[in-house]
């Protein structure tokens, strides 16, 4: 697969992550996360959470129990080193502007995620 083609799936994995976020789908974000290697999460204004089922239970917070914010993205851009991927890309909640960094790796021939992070920009 060329770098090209693989940079599109990772961005591909990026949007979906993203999709089930404004959609307030559970199970789809449920399906977007390793269920084989190490997870962890940072929600802004959050302590750090790691494991699988600590990981999803936040999500669970956030789309199901909590008043999910739209969400939209720009200025994503990824690096790929082997079978690991980073996408960095800026998260527009109304007024509010995020950095985010998303780290996928490949997993039965799928891009998944073992890492969220999002916090307020500076200034």
Not at 10 to 32: G, K, S, T, W
Not at 41 to 50: F, Q, R
């Amino acid at each position: 697969m060329s770098e090209i083609l693989d940079k599109a799936a990772v961005l591909e994995a990026n949007d979906a992550f993203y999709d089930a976020f404004r959609q307030r789908d559970y199970l789809a974000m449920e399906q977007l996360w390793s269920k084989q290697r190490s997870i962890c999460c940072y929600h802004p204004g959050w302590p750090g959470i790691t494991g699988r089922e600590d990981v999803l239970d936040s999500w669970y917070s956030i789309l199901v129990l909590g008043d999910t914010p739209d969400i939209d993205v720009s200025d994503a851009t990824v690096i790929r080193n082997g079978k690991t991927a980073m996408v960095f890309c800026t998260e527009h909640l109304g007024q509010v502007s995020l950095i985010a960094t998303n780290t996928f790796v490949v997993e039965q021939g799928e891009w998944r995620m073992v890492h969220h992070q999002a916090a307020h920009l500076p200034g």
